[in-house]
């Protein structure tokens, strides 16, 4: 095989190509074209990245262009949510367009394809246009109304336009075929009736144009090249292509289709993602359990990660369903790169380290990263009373555990050897309290005498720790395709998606956290601070949320191989 041609993915090739035969003067011209009718996900951002990075590699150029034909569901909220959310991917698109801004244009074209014969104004109800359209066995039956004179479609639809009619009176539709294999060819309805204020035009119009009329016209305008979109859309394309040869358009795009990313255990439409917000099984839209990108970025999820991830996936002609914990591997790989290291005791157990002085505080020097020097260091204090991981004490452990243990000693991370001596209990039996020794001779966690310690654990000083609550996430369904096996999705919903922790015990230098900055709880995972509860007392009196973004290892990989 050509290796340049293995290299890429197809659409590279077709546009290489396309550059090779000088066709649109070598020039190379794409867009992400949303419809703000709800926030994006990660499955947007394979678009986005593919068209931003085709217009990059061969120095031409994406536009950012809303689709926002439909007022009855597009939202301000979305258009800004959506701007701000394409910027920190890391992508510039200059000023947004808007295929709003084409209204005029696009009534224009709209008249010139009655004037030549080309549209009429149906008077059909809808009903009864989705009968005379046929099946896709059955060919459709011609409208009533299809012969009428151009002036007389001039007249209904200016008065359409005027707003003499209410909303399904009257339609405007394109005198293609009614017999074509194709339904999206048998006369599609090209302009509708709609009495509703859009969020930019307001109350200018009341006839507004569909999705197919509107989509390839804003391209022909924009001077789109290559007009990327996914698999869905490779039987509208003929129509796209009657619109334009029909028209007299500055220019003719290519539409190229690929394949929609899919993800296991999680939905990707934003139909469905509205009803877990709607119905309350998630927390709003930028809850960290969904891959709204909104939420990828409150649980932590790194631009760079997600583009990675993008890359790795390619671009296909199939439908696949893509792995969450490749997704979560791209993630890890990032952050074990980028993130400061600092400790957190997420179920905390009291130890006082009784031959310690009650009085003393120890400053003491820990790494940012254990390979990066150029992270730097940061203090950490050391007292008596401490707190460790519940999970870090046995009372009977087997040989093979290598933490705390009545008699057994272990390194704190950064700080001294301590042994436990006595195990503290409740009248219920359960441990509260470890008091252990400490061996002052072995500051930095080595012991002089060279005698061997195998485990070492994190902890936190109880003097100055900060109290926080932690949100553990995992999938957030059950089932890798959570469309299967069940009637309704909802079925398959995870119910531990979410536990939380009230009660964990973080180093000091975390009190100065931001969101978004991730931190490797050493031995625990990769944390941040949770940005809707930033700086709120309310519901939780002082105490910050931290979200964990992914766990150090993958445990659903092991599960699976069980
Ligand atoms: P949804 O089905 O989630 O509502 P959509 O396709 O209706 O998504 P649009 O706002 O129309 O959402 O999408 C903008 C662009 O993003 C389109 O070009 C669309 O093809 C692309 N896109 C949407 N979802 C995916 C996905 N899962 N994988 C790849 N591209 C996608
Ligand atoms: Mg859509």
Redesign the pocket.
């Known amino acids: 095989m050509d290796a340049d041609i293995k290299k890429g993915h197809f659409i590279e090739s077709i546009i290489t190509e396309d550059i090779n035969n000088n066709k649109n003067q070598g020039k190379v011209v794409t867009r ?7 926030y ?9 990245c ?2 931003f990075n085709m217009a990059g590699k061969f120095n031409g150029r994406c536009n950012l262009r809303f ?1 926002d034909s439909n007022p009855t569901k597009e939202k301000q909220v979305y258009i800004d949510s959506i701007k701000s959310t394409v910027n920190w991917l890391g992508f510039d698109y200059g000023t947004p367009l808007f295929a709003s801004d084409y209204f005029d244009r696009l009534h224009d074209f709209a008249v010139q394809l009655i004037k030549k014969g080309k549209a009429y104004v149906c008077s059909l109800t809808a009903d009864d246009i989705r009968e005379y359209r046929g099946t896709l066995t059955e060919p459709g039956k011609n409208s009533p109304y299809r012969d009428r004179s151009v002036q007389e479609n001039l007249d209904l639809f200016g008065r359409m336009k005027a707003g003499e009619f209410g909303e399904g009176e009257h339609t405007l539709r394109a005198k293609i075929d009614m017999t074509s294999p194709n339904i999206n060819l048998r006369d599609p309805i090209i302009y509708r009736v709609k009495k509703a204020s859009h969020p930019r035009t307001g109350d200018q119009w009341c006839i507004y144009p569909m999705y197919d009329f509107t989509h390839c016209l804003s391209d022909a305008l924009e001077g789109i090249t290559h007009s ?3 698999l ?2 490779q039987d509208h394309r003929p129509l796209y292509d009657w619109i334009l040869d029909e028209l007299e358009t500055p220019c003719h795009p290519q539409q190229i289709e ?5 993800i296991t255990f999680t939905v ?6 509205q009803r877990l917000v709607e119905e309350n099984h998630v927390q709003g839209w930028d809850d960290p359990r969904l891959p709204t990108l909104e939420g990828m970025k409150r649980r932590g999820y790194t631009p760079s990660a997600i583009r990675q991830f993008c890359d790795i996936i390619g671009v296909s002609k199939k439908d696949s369903r893509i792995d969450m914990g490749l997704l979560e591997s791209c993630l890890r790989d990032d952050l074990n790169e980028t993130a400061p290291r600092v400790m957190g005791v997420l179920k905390p157990l009291k130890v006082t380290i009784e031959n310690y002085p009650q009085d003393r505080t120890e400053e003491l020097v820990a790494k940012n990263h254990p390979q990066k020097q150029e992270m730097g260091t940061r203090t950490i204090t050391f007292s008596r009373e401490i707190y460790v991981e519940q999970d870090d004490f046995m009372e009977a452990p087997p040989k093979k555990f290598f933490r705390l243990g009545p008699g057994r000693e272990v390194r704190l991370r950064y700080a001294y050897l301590v042994t436990c001596k006595q195990v503290i209990k409740d009248p219920d039996g359960k441990v509260t309290e470890l008091i252990c020794t400490y061996d002052p001779a072995t500051k930095g966690g080595n012991a002089p005498d060279g005698r061997k310690v195998k485990g070492t654990i994190h902890w936190v000083n109880a003097a100055d720790a900060i109290d926080a609550r932690v949100n553990l996430y995992d999938r957030l369904f059950k089932d890798e395709n959570p469309e299967q096996n069940k009637q309704d999705f909802i079925e398959n919903l995870n119910p531990d998606s979410l536990e939380t922790l009230a009660s964990c015990k973080l180093e000091k230098s975390l009190g100065e956290a931001a969101p978004e900055t991730v931190y490797q709880f050493e031995r625990l995972g990769y944390f941040c601070l949770d940005s809707a509860h930033q700086g709120s007392t309310d519901i939780l009196g002082d105490h910050p949320v931290f979200n964990r973004t992914v766990t150090l290892r993958d445990a659903w990989a092991k599960l699976k191989k069980k």
Do not use: Q, T, V, Y
């Open positions: 992400f074209p949303p419809e703000p009718n709800g994006l996900h990660i499955g947007h951002a394979k678009s986005i593919l068209n689709d990327l979109c996914s869905e859309f690929f394949a929609r990313m899919n990707l439409s934003k139909r469905k993602l």
